[in-house]
């Protein structure tokens, strides 16, 4: 860690404590990259791209139905793609992955032929259909899917028990992909405009939680089955499946946009805790619609839903496995003190309803949108609770997370995402942004048109940072450059060369990289304007104290 503004501020002890700590985080941030492959197969390409079999249909709704047998640890379901067609082609291709099978697809009740390669699955009509014309299949499939070691970060199904040796199950499948337990177009650009109509038949003394409203119920003797309903385009990944012996309480809250109901399905044991540690999740509604605007799906409520992994941004059916209990499993990430103030999973998985969920990557090598404005939330979280000095303080604390191993954009149509600093190298990007554009009243209202511009869309990158540049008036083109496609963090250089004269000037920098930043001498906040060529800086007294701004993501270094 060579980061200086981390060993001036944490004593040996803390440094220790942060080692654990890191190691913890570790496991989150980065356990994506450590299996990640620079060098990419057919199958990655083919999962990662947009090819003609996937480009001609554009997914309207997903009716998908799945009953789960904890016996034998495995599902069966149909699922009815409802699409418009774009294109005159006939080769249509359904991801999903072996050892999951598909055992039959028709299409206005009849069969249609298929021929199955590894994970991908090509349907070929006899003719084409007529353009702009909505169409239907319906796929039956089956199997034991791909089970999770180590939810949520491998992905699959999780087959666990409660403390009462209840069956306790749950999907968690962001990276691996949706179909890796259903059928459907596994690719992050296509989300079903109309939502998704999901049916989870469980043995009957266990209840089903799937995402958004339940409908109805129907009792069946042995089994039970839930209908839920998503009216919102949801992105694949956030589909998934609870089953466990829960209890459910509610609450509705007055947020900007008229009363939004709570629907929380915990464990039944577990109602008091939950009921107690929940009630933050009014703070945190507040902070977030103050700072980004609505709450993106008041139609499909707000929902958490107690899952036997740590948690996962499922759209309105956030899952929670954080232990009722403050920080990330009870540790503060930022060491600053602040990390405990506030249940990481509530606030930070809640986040992503805004950034993944309404405001979704087209493609995953561009997940710094969800990681990074995501972990950013959580210092707004902060600033709108306590302090601007306690976000302030978290967010600069995470800094020490950082490794900048890769970029934080990874390579396109790859399947590919970036370096696991998307999360707090992202936060600090835009905590860094921040000061630049130096009002606050500008930048919550920046923040609020990004999220109603792009609301329920899927953006590029480049998208977000030209409405940054736009925003802000500053051309921000090294900026994002510097920070989401290098490596490198800025340093800034600087000497004093006589009483009252300084010189500065920035390396570790791409091409044109020319920063502002406060310096603070005397006391007083100074802007200067450093770029890779020494200048002076002549201040009217002696410099009798010098630092810069720490809330700057750069690294400083005094030179002889
Ligand atoms: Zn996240």
């Not at 040796?165 to 459907?184: E, K, L, M, R």
């Not at 009216?231 to 012996?245: E, R, W």
């Not at 370096?419 to 921040?434: C, E, F, P, Q, V």
Request: aromatic fraction near 14%; charge should be negative; proline fraction near 3%.
């Amino acid at each position: 860690m060579k980061n200086t503004h981390i060993t001036n501020k944490f004593s040996a002890l803390s440094q220790a404590k942060f080692k654990a700590i890191l190691s913890l985080s570790l496991i989150l941030l980065t356990s994506f990259q450590l299996f990640a492959q620079e060098e990419f197969s057919k199958e990655d390409e083919l999962s990662g791209t947009v090819t003609k079999d996937r480009a001609w249909w554009d997914v309207l709704h997903y009716n998908l139905k799945v009953e789960v047998f904890p016996e034998t640890k495995t599902i069966e379901g149909t699922n009815t793609i409802t699409y418009k067609v774009l294109d005159e082609e006939k080769v249509m291709r359904i991801d999903l992955q072996a050892p999951m099978e598909i055992n039959k697809i028709t299409q206005n009740g009849k069969k249609l032929k298929f021929k199955t390669k590894g994970n991908f699955h090509y349907i070929k009509f006899k003719k084409t259909a007529e353009i702009d014309s909505e169409q239907a299949i319906t796929i039956s499939f089956s199997g034991a899917p791909k089970e999770a070691e180590n939810a949520p970060w491998d992905g699959g199904f999780s087959w666990k028990k409660d403390e009462k040796g209840n069956d306790f199950i749950a999907t968690a499948n962001q990276g691996i992909g949706a179909s890796v337990w259903w059928p459907c177009k596994d690719h992050p650009s296509d989300e079903p405009d109309n939502g998704v109509a999901l049916s989870i038949t469980t043995p009957s003394h266990l209840m089903g939680v799937g995402n958004g409203r339940l409908i109805s119920e129907e009792d069946h003797g042995e089994t039970k089955t839930w209908n839920w309903s998503v009216t919102q385009p949801i992105n694949n990944y956030g589909v998934n499946v609870n089953v466990g012996d829960y209890t459910h309480f509610g609450a509705t809250h007055e947020g900007i946009k008229g009363l939004l109901d709570l629907d929380y399905y915990v464990l039944s044991h577990n109602l008091e805790k939950a009921k107690e540690q929940f009630s933050q999740v009014p703070m945190m509604l507040n902070a977030f619609e103050y700072w980004f605007g609505p709450y993106p799906f008041y139609e499909d409520s707000f929902k958490l839903v107690e899952v036997p992994y740590l948690g996962m941004e499922h759209q309105s059916s956030v899952t929670y496995g954080n232990g009722y209990q403050n920080g990330y499993l009870g540790k503060d990430l930022s060491g600053s003190g602040w990390g405990l103030r506030f249940d990481f999973i509530i606030v930070h998985e809640a986040g992503h309803e805004w950034f993944a969920n309404s405001i979704t990557n087209s493609d995953v090598a561009d997940m710094w949108i969800h990681e990074g404005f995501t972990a950013y939330s959580e210092c707004l979280y902060l600033d709108y609770n306590y302090s601007k000095e306690a976000a302030s303080e978290y967010v600069i604390g995470t800094r020490r997370t950082i490794l900048n191993d890769r970029p934080l954009i990874g390579t396109y149509g790859m399947n590919n995402r970036g370096s696991g600093d998307m999360y707090y190298k992202g936060a600090n990007i835009l905590h860094t942004l921040r000061q630049l554009v130096e009002d606050d009243k500008k930048w919550r209202a920046l923040l609020k048109k990004l999220n109603k511009d792009f609301y329920h869309q899927i953006v590029s990158s480049q998208q977000v940072e030209d409405f940054m540049s736009t925003e802000t008036g500053i051309d921000l083109t090294q900026f994002w450059d510097q920070y989401l496609r290098t490596t490198m963090v800025p340093k800034l250089e600087y000497k004093q060369t006589s009483f009252n004269e300084m010189a500065y000037r920035y390396i570790d920098i791409i091409e044109g990289f020319d920063m502002p930043v406060i310096a603070i001498i005397n006391g007083k906040e100074q802007w200067i304007h450093p770029n890779a060529e020494w200048q002076n800086f002549e201040n009217k007294g002696d410099i009798k104290s010098l630092k810069f701004k720490e809330d700057f993501y750069i690294e400083v270094d005094k030179v002889e």
